[in-house]
């Protein structure tokens, strides 16, 4: 139990074109689901949460107008990267939680490598 | 604010030896703590959690974590590693009041030599 997938797993795109990312929890409702991107030898940065229904909650020195975060189902969030550049490459990881606060735990999704050429 | 610290950004032990990873938070009130391990080029993967109860919890793939309030550590153990067990390993703590949301370690690479 507890699956998350993501697509693609990897993508490679021209400079100035964007790419959605699409997190989805296989076999539990997600209420909440985060955004990480990690560089090359680094742990993982929370770029936003997000809850079902509502808008992301970003965190600072994360562009809203250029990450573009959707959860419109229980299941579903999409991450879109708008216009992006080569140092927007980098490897994006979703993680959902089910259930609400307290004790439920993150369950990270394989990731999605972006190159931006 | 939270904070966690891994002091160790690589370590490398002979397949067989025994292995202690080292945490160490910062948090205000009683820490949720986890360890998750990933695989190059992979996602997280969740050895195991530390919630409230007994202090040593066991996880999967033979590994264990003591949380130790006075020391504000979690290290995590294995009696014996296997050549598989290689890859990066992440502790973590989770913040109850903001959504279960993560701060993690900056990670420790293990390397395991035959």
């Known amino acids: 139990g507890a699956v998350v997938s993501q697509h693609p797993s990897w993508v490679i795109c021209k400079s100035g074109t964007s790419v959605k990312i699409e997190c989805r929890s296989l076999?539990?409702?997600?209420?909440?689901m985060f955004w990480y991107r990690q560089f090359p030898k680094q742990s993982l940065m929370l770029m936003a949460t997000s809850n079902e229904g509502s808008k992301a909650t970003y965190e600072q020195g994360v562009e809203k107008d250029k990450f573009l975060i959707n959860h419109a189902s229980l299941t579903l969030s999409t991450l879109t990267v708008t216009s992006a550049h080569p140092e927007d490459s980098s490897f994006y990881i979703c993680?959902?939680?089910?259930?609400?606060?307290?004790?439920?735990?993150?369950?990270f999704g394989p990731g999605t490598r972006l190159t931006v050429l | 604010a939270q904070s966690v610290t891994q002091p160790d950004i690589h370590i490398t032990v002979s397949e067989g030896a025994s292995l202690e990873l080292r945490c160490n938070y910062s948090y205000g009130a009683t820490p949720y703590l986890f360890w998750y391990v990933q695989s190059p080029g992979q996602g997280l993967q969740l050895l195991l959690k530390y919630f409230s109860g007994d202090t040593l919890v066991q996880g999967i793939k033979g590994f264990e974590a003591e949380f130790k309030r006075s020391q504000s550590s979690f290290n995590l153990r294995k009696p014996s590693v296997h050549w598989s067990d290689a890859a990066e390993y992440f502790c973590a703590v989770g913040e109850v009041n903001a959504g279960n949301m993560l701060t993690f370690g900056g990670g420790t690479r293990l390397m395991v030599k035959p």
């Open positions: 076999d539990f409702q997600a209420t909440t």
């Open positions: 993680s959902a939680v089910a259930g609400g606060l307290g004790t439920d735990t993150q369950y």
